[in-house]
């Protein structure tokens, strides 16, 4: 880095960032760090009264910091994804809807190489709205080059590091057990909450049938969806150990594959998991109703991304499972099921 006259600085690269400043109209930066002067330049820069600027000089093999986020993000951006522009050295994934992919051990490879970074959010967290995932930067103003390539040769070794695997549009039945919403003594509140869920998430619940404690007439419920063409079916109500509780006997009585009964994550231990053919069948418990984020929100946005979520994925959830309960939920902002 060396002071330089405006008029000898064509070509060189800015150290910071230089203000203009019109009283009462205009204050902010007239040219970024890290721009590259140009002859046109020169007039500008003694108009705001630099006569001299602070410049780097790029030796052989050294690239600036801009350049080398660039090179980073273009190297390890996936489907899904669009790039910021570059603002102080930094570039941000932003991401479409959809489940956020993180290769996690890419991702550790390229952060093992000294100077470079690249954060990114949990893998796995769902994206129902577009926003910034991840970003890279590296640590100096000036990198050594061969640390840039260290990066580009990783990521040439995977399809991506990080991306979107968008949600592909399901109809959804929707069968809703108990005799007391059967015979109209409570009015169903589980039918809106479900509705609202898949919707974020693009897909759309085809119908709700409503069924008494009697498993064959849920059975036969869950099997009508699928004849007319459900690509998932959930069944709402009767997950607990209660004897009328009979949701779990009649997901197994349509010849389904239990995946699991139960999940260790608070809320959403009575959860059911099932497969008749290609067809996901699920029990949910109460607390998908009453919670903003429950085991729904960590199984249905995977399965709508089309990833296979089997025994052993649900008991990893353990591991981050126990939701805090805060104040104020901002899920999927927050630790639960991470």
Do not use: W
């Not at 080398?68 to 603002?87: F, H, M, Q």
């Not at 990198?143 to 109809?171: L, M, N, T, W």
């Not at 609202?196 to 049938?209: I, N, W, Y």
């Amino acid at each position: 880095m060396k002071t330089v006259p405006v008029q000898e600085a064509v070509g060189m690269v800015l150290c910071h960032d230089m203000t203009r400043i019109v009283p009462g109209e205009f204050k902010g930066p007239a040219f970024r760090k890290g721009h590259i002067i140009e002859k046109q330049d020169i007039e500008a820069l003694l108009e705001i009264g630099k006569e001299h600027v602070y410049v780097l000089n790029l030796e052989k093999g050294h690239i600036h910091e801009n350049e080398a986020a660039e090179r980073i993000a273009r190297a390890a951006v996936g489907p899904g994804i669009t790039l910021s522009e570059v603002s102080e050295g930094r570039i941000n994934f932003l991401a479409e809807p959809g489940l956020l992919h993180v290769n996690v051990e890419a991702l550790n490879r390229i952060n093992a190489i000294e100077e470079v970074v690249l954060a990114t959010m949990h893998n796995g967290q769902q994206v129902t709205d577009p926003r910034p995932v991840a970003g890279t930067r590296v640590v100096p103003l000036v990198i050594d080059e061969r640390k840039i390539k260290q990066v580009e040769a990783i990521c040439g070794e995977y399809d991506y590091v990080v991306g979107i695997r968008p949600f592909s549009h399901h109809k959804v039945g929707l069968v809703t057990t108990g005799s007391e919403v059967f015979h109209g003594r409570i009015q169903d509140k589980f039918g809106p909450v479900i509705r609202k869920k898949f919707k974020k998430l693009g897909s759309t619940v085809m119908g709700q049938r409503l069924a008494s404690d009697d498993p064959s007439m849920t059975r036969d419920a869950i099997l009508a969806f699928i004849a007319e063409g459900a690509q998932m079916v959930v069944v709402t109500g009767g997950m607990s150990v209660d004897p009328d509780d009979q949701t779990p006997t009649a997901i197994r009585a349509t010849g389904a594959e239990v995946v699991t009964y139960g999940s260790p994550t608070f809320p959403g231990v009575m959860f059911m998991l099932a497969k008749l053919g290609d067809v996901p069948v699920l029990g949910l418990p109460g607390c998908v109703m009453y919670y903003r984020a429950s085991i729904f929100d960590l199984v249905v946005p995977r399965l709508l991304a089309g990833e296979e979520v089997t025994r052993e994925d649900i008991t990893g959830m353990g591991h981050g499972g126990f939701c805090a309960a805060c104040e104020v939920c901002r899920y999927p902002v927050c630790p639960f099921g991470k």
